[in-house]
């Protein structure tokens, strides 16, 4: 696992689950969050982003 300065999330459900927990304690304060995923490829691990997108894992691409 290399080294990478966002946090991982072992699965896309794990970091689903986050993003979710994560938006909804800032939208009461009235701040934007987190609002996609993707997969890191040098990690091997899941990460949050603010871009609103629903990435394909690599490993079901064609």
Same mark, same amino acid.
Do not use: D
């Given at each position: #696992? !290399?080294?990478? !300065?966002?946090? *991982? +999330? $072992? !699965? /896309? &459900?794990? $970091?689903?689950?986050? #993003?979710?927990?994560?938006? /909804?304690?800032?939208? %009461?304060?009235?701040? %934007?969050? *987190?609002?996609?995923? +993707?997969?890191?490829?040098?990690?091997?691990? &899941?990460?949050?982003? !603010?871009?609103?997108?629903?990435? %394909? *894992? *690599?490993?079901?691409?064609?």
């Amino acid at each position: #696992m !290399s080294e990478c !300065s966002k946090i *991982p +999330y $072992a !699965s /896309r &459900w794990i $970091a689903l689950v986050a #993003m979710r927990a994560i938006a /909804r304690s800032r939208v %009461t304060r009235g701040l %934007t969050g *987190p609002r996609g995923t +993707y997969f890191c490829t040098p990690c091997r691990c &899941w990460h949050l982003t !603010s871009k609103a997108r629903l990435q %394909t *894992p *690599p490993w079901l691409n064609g």
